[in-house]
């Protein structure tokens, strides 16, 4: 078994492509303007114009419309479902409690309760909303709701 040695290392066989050489007479196909053309903006060094740039005509990103909204409150907010929350042995919710349950992740800090599945115990959610359906079920089953 060989010892990689520093001096024998290459990039791999035709990784490495050697640059076009321009401006090295007629027979290169590349020689006088070296490509570029004749005259102009573009023949020039130092010539470029910004990207996206059309002309002076409206360019493209600026004709389409702009589109759909994000919102930054959405990253910070969870939902849970009634059948997750009647799964769990506490009696007093709360988004500490889902956390340490791994029911939502640790950045949440916003949670509300969705009506799906249902709850056959009492709890108390503090600090965390439920939609109308969801609240009428945990009341149902003599908990509360203290948002």
Same mark, same amino acid.
Request: glycine share 14%; charged share 30%; net charge positive.
């Given at each position: 078994?060989?010892?990689?040695?520093?001096?024998?290392?290459?990039?791999?066989?035709?990784?490495?492509?050697?640059?076009?050489?321009?401006g090295r007479g007629i027979g290169s196909?590349?020689?006088?303007?070296?490509?570029?053309?004749?005259?102009?903006?573009?023949?020039?060094?130092?010539?470029?114009?910004?990207?996206?740039?059309?002309?002076?005509?409206?360019?493209?990103q600026r004709r389409l419309p702009k589109?759909?909204?994000?919102?930054?409150?959405?990253?910070?907010?969870?939902?849970?479902?009634?059948?997750?929350?009647?799964?769990?042995?506490?009696? @007093? $919710?709360?988004?500490? /409690?889902?956390?340490?349950?791994?029911?939502? #992740? &640790?950045?949440? =800090?916003?949670?509300?309760?969705?009506?799906?599945? @249902? $709850?056959?115990?009492? /709890?108390?959610?503090?600090?965390?909303?439920? #939609? &109308?359906?969801? =609240?009428?079920?945990?009341?149902a089953a003599k908990g509360t709701v203290?948002?």
């Amino acid at each position: 078994m060989d010892i990689m040695q520093l001096n024998t290392l290459a990039p791999a066989e035709g990784e490495k492509r050697t640059g076009k050489r321009v401006g090295r007479g007629i027979g290169s196909g590349f020689g006088k303007t070296c490509g570029r053309g004749h005259k102009g903006q573009k023949a020039r060094s130092g010539g470029f114009t910004k990207i996206g740039f059309e002309g002076g005509q409206m360019p493209l990103q600026r004709r389409l419309p702009k589109v759909g909204f994000s919102s930054r409150v959405s990253i910070i907010t969870s939902q849970v479902t009634l059948s997750e929350i009647d799964k769990l042995e506490e009696k @007093e $919710i709360t988004v500490d /409690v889902l956390k340490k349950h791994n029911l939502v #992740t &640790k950045n949440i =800090k916003r949670v509300k309760v969705m009506l799906s599945g @249902e $709850i056959n115990r009492a /709890v108390t959610l503090t600090g965390i909303k439920a #939609t &109308k359906g969801a =609240k009428v079920a945990i009341e149902a089953a003599k908990g509360t709701v203290n948002e």
